[in-house]
């Protein structure tokens, strides 16, 4: 009777443990040895897991989550157990919400001074990072922005840069062009600053997703002429209020092509800030779209599994007229190894009221 009693006030104060560490978005810990043994043991037995040493969660509770907020419990945790400790790379980028694939999430990284060098191990990689300004985010200490953005700029190909590139000069209050001169001076010594300082380069901040991003990157790198970002257009049944569109490419004959990134999650994140249905949310979608036919110009849709599949990305763009240079395709491939620091842009300008030619923007850096 006495072990019974005793195993069930153990259960209780475990079930306090992981409530406390669920309601502030963390795994559970404890500094007692006595209950880290319990929680070590039910571990082993399965009922509970282990995202990390000394750090624990409900299987349930666990399994529910997105591995972007596994990441964050386990970074909250860390911190409160360390609360000296700094988070770099693609954990501070977590906190900054600048968009990480998930992939990347599986290690937290912790940045380390030169006078306080420490070795990596298990799912925590340390990085010297010196002279930088530290931020709290939600009560977490990470890298500056710049620093952040930098780091994880400076080790990504260009397609899944762009779209860190786009977020972090829309969160910043400097131009992409004097981003990429702090990348100069914080990445002395440091490899991979020609890719972060190129990659910045061709940042928007207007660019409000990560599919339009992505899409954009593949259209520079597949030579397609760029559209402008986020454009205004009247409503054609009520003037006085306007449609946004994500882009829209000038025709070298002076008409239009609308493109829209059609990614569902932008219905479920739409219907869950106005408090409607995701169905009502897309229904919506479809009257907008159907409206601004009435302008004539075609509407290209661009999925993420469109995205995927770089042939099709390709002739979808093509069927719908988007113009390409095979010229360019070749010059962006030459200054990816060459000159990686430099950019270069493909667009078409209107010069004369029937006469719209193509202009390639090139920045050396």
């Given at each position: 009777m006495k072990w019974s009693a005793y195993g069930a006030?153990?259960?209780?104060?475990?079930?306090?443990?992981?409530?406390?560490?669920?309601?502030?978005?963390?795994?559970?810990?404890?500094?007692?040895?006595?209950?880290?043994?319990?929680?070590?043991?039910?571990?082993?037995?399965?009922?509970?897991?282990?995202?990390a040493e000394g750090l624990f969660a409900r299987k349930n509770h666990w399994l529910g989550l997105k591995p972007d907020t596994r990441a964050l419990h386990i970074i909250k945790a860390l911190q409160a157990l360390h609360p000296g400790w700094v988070f770099c790379h693609e954990s501070a980028a977590l906190l900054w919400g600048l968009p990480m694939p998930y992939a990347s999430l599986s290690r937290?990284?912790?940045?380390?001074?030169?006078?306080?060098?420490?070795?990596s191990r298990g799912d925590i990689v340390r990085h010297c990072i010196s002279n930088d300004d530290v931020v709290v985010i939600d009560?977490?200490?990470?890298?500056?922005?710049?620093?952040?953005?930098?780091?994880?700029?400076?080790?990504?190909?260009?397609?899944?840069?762009?779209?860190?590139?786009?977020?972090?000069?829309a969160l910043s209050d400097l131009s992409p062009t004097q981003l990429q001169q702090r990348f100069r001076k914080i990445g002395r010594g440091?490899?991979?600053?020609?890719?972060?300082?190129?990659?910045?380069?061709?940042?928007?901040?207007?660019?409000?997703?990560?599919?339009?991003?992505?899409?954009?990157?593949?259209?520079?790198?597949?030579?397609?002429?760029?559209?402008r970002l986020q454009v205004e257009l009247p409503r054609p049944l009520d003037p006085s209020r306007v449609y946004r569109v994500d882009f829209l490419w000038d025709m070298p004959d002076g008409s239009h092509v609308i493109g829209e990134a059609d990614g569902m999650r932008k219905y479920h994140e739409d219907a869950e800030r106005s408090g409607r249905s995701a169905v009502s949310t897309l229904a919506d979608e479809q009257h907008r779209e159907a409206e601004l036919t009435l302008y004539g110009f075609p509407v290209l849709r661009i999925s993420y599994d469109d995205t995927q599949h770089i042939e099709t990305f390709?002739?979808?763009?093509?069927?719908?007229?988007?113009?390409?240079?095979?010229?360019?395709?070749?010059?962006?491939r030459k200054l990816a190894t060459q000159n990686p620091a430099s950019s270069l842009r493909?667009?078409?300008?209107?010069?004369?009221?029937e006469i719209f030619e193509g202009l390639v923007h090139f920045v050396e850096e």
């Open positions: 006030a153990n259960d209780r104060m475990l079930d306090a443990l992981f409530e406390e560490a669920e309601h502030q978005g963390r795994c559970a810990y404890s500094t007692d040895a006595r209950v880290r043994c319990m929680l070590n043991r039910r571990a082993r037995l399965g009922s509970i897991v282990r995202p937290t990284h912790i940045a380390t001074t030169p006078r306080d060098r420490r070795s009560g977490i200490l990470v890298t500056s922005l710049v620093r952040t953005a930098f780091d994880c700029l400076r080790k990504r190909p260009f397609d899944h840069g762009l779209p860190i590139a786009d977020r972090a000069a440091c490899t991979g600053v020609q890719r972060a300082i190129g990659i910045m380069g061709y940042a928007d901040a207007k660019s409000e997703s990560w599919l339009e991003s992505y899409a954009r990157a593949l259209m520079i790198t597949q030579g397609f002429s760029l559209p390709v002739d979808k763009l093509m069927c719908y007229g988007i113009p390409r240079s095979s010229e360019i395709v070749e010059a962006i493909y667009t078409h300008v209107h010069l004369k009221p």
